[in-house]
């Protein structure tokens, strides 16, 4: 072992953190950006399933939480993007992947949003889950991705509670309102399942990323524990989570719960779900639509900056 | 011309009292903007009073590595310390 890598490994023995600095195996800084990178997109299209309702808000209240919500998840993108940025990738890179559809994101966020029953169903199961996902992250090996953790989570429990507070809400209104907490929930609870990845027994990398400590849970732990949080939610609210061998097993002091459609998950991360195209055309559409902005603002500063020359 | 904005490192003062810490960085245009866009992406719940933006490329860094010989100077110099000093316990306010 040479010194570097004695280095790399002692400093994941003791659980202190990387910094952009030091040295990495090639396999950790190329995993390490691809999965930053692929967080970051995720907050970022995941704006649009929640920003589709912002200008349908019921209230001037929930208007303006679902801007601050919407706001929050650009503001998660551009943490990550910044992490990733530490290990040598190009922001504006990382953007052309994501619109070439190179790079994946979540594929919860390729599902529409039918009623607005859907927003707090996402807050309370999609930021829920992205919760437990994240939590853990907060100490992954890699510093600038494990300070970007600490500050999204922080902000996330407002997303979640967000969600929450809006379906005991609809749940204390009409028939129809509760109807649609119902339909929103049967839509999304499957999906916020996939949301923790492919089983343990299909999930390659997973033993790597372990090692590395960038991952401290396996998949199926993070899932379970998903179910065993929103069980007890789901009861104080007064819905059905749509699956029928959801029981309590004392033995093993979790929740059972049924068989997930794996293939209807490979048909969405393949670019097949109800969505995907939408979302890729509407990021590149924004993209594009915004590049006369950038190059002025960059024609702008040139200018100023050859005054002040000028000037001085 | 470069495409890309260039790259601002983000430093917050929290309070009044505390050191301005590291939070990230962003890209712009130029300062003010990168003053705008870090109040934007990194105080939007009061986190803090006062930002410092600054264009990556203007940081000279050591690497971070505490094991790294570029702080060996003062590795060696415990007298440095208040504990390497013997003081009798009956010695008062020491
Ligand atoms: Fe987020
Ligand atoms: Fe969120």
Redesign the interface.
């Known amino acids: 072992m040479t010194d570097l890598q004695e ?1 790399f490994q002692r400093t994941l023995d003791r659980d202190q953190r990387l ?4 040295w990495v195996p090639d396999g950790y800084r190329k995993t390490m950006i691809r999965q930053i990178a692929q967080h970051a997109h995720s907050e970022i299209i995941g704006m649009q399933p929640e920003g589709n309702w912002i200008t349908r808000a019921p209230s001037l209240r929930r208007k303006a939480i679902l801007l601050a919500k919407v ?2 998840e650009a ?1 998660h993108g ?2 990550l993007y ?2 990733a ?2 290990l040598g990738a ?3 890179e990382l953007t052309e992947k994501l619109i070439d559809g190179k790079q994946k994101y979540s594929s919860i966020f390729n599902y529409p949003t039918l009623n607005f029953a859907d927003v707090g169903v996402i807050g309370w199961l999609v930021d829920g889950a992205a919760i437990c996902n994240q939590v853990p992250l907060c100490r992954c090996s890699y510093g ?1 991705y494990a ?2 953790m600490i ?1 999204i989570c922080k ?1 996330e429990s407002f997303h979640q509670r967000q969600g929450y507070e809006l379906l005991m809400t609809m749940m204390r209104g009409t028939d129809a309102q509760r109807r649609m907490v119902q339909d929103a929930t049967d839509r999304w609870w499957w999906p916020s399942l996939m949301m923790f990845g492919p089983p343990d027994g299909d999930s390659p990398n997973t033993e790597q990323s372990m090692a590395w400590k960038i991952k401290r849970h396996t998949n199926d732990e993070l899932r379970q524990r998903f179910v065993d949080m929103s069980v007890p939610q789901a009861e104080a609210l007064g819905a059905t989570l749509p699956d029928p061998s959801l029981c309590w097993n004392a033995e093993r002091g979790h929740y059972d719960f049924g068989e997930i459609d794996w293939s209807e998950f490979k048909q969405v991360v393949r670019g097949n779900g109800p969505c995907n195209a939408q979302r890729v055309a509407h990021r590149r559409a924004a993209h594009d639509n915004g590049a006369w902005v ?2 002025a ?6 200018k ?2 050859a005054r002040e020359e000028a000037a001085a | ?5 260039p ?1 601002y490192e983000v430093f917050v003062r929290g309070k009044r009292g505390l050191n301005h810490v590291h ?5 712009a ?2 300062d003010q ?1 990168a003053l705008h866009h870090a109040r934007d ?1 990194y105080t ?2 009061n986190e803090g009073v006062s930002i410092w933006v600054v264009k990556a490329t203007d940081i000279t ?1 050591s ?3 505490e ?1 790294d010989p570029f702080f060996a100077p003062s590795g060696d110099k415990v007298y440095r310390h208040p504990t390497f000093y013997d003081i009798p316990d009956d010695v008062p306010h020491m």
């Open positions: 280095h910094e952009p600095r030091d706001q929050d503001g551009l943490y910044s992490a940025e530490t190009e922001r504006a600038p300070r970007a500050r902000e950038r190059e603002a960059l024609a702008h500063a040139a100023h900056s | 011309m470069s495409h890309d904005w790259l939070v990230g960085s962003l890209h245009a130029d903007m992406l939007r719940r860094a690497s971070p590595d094991k």
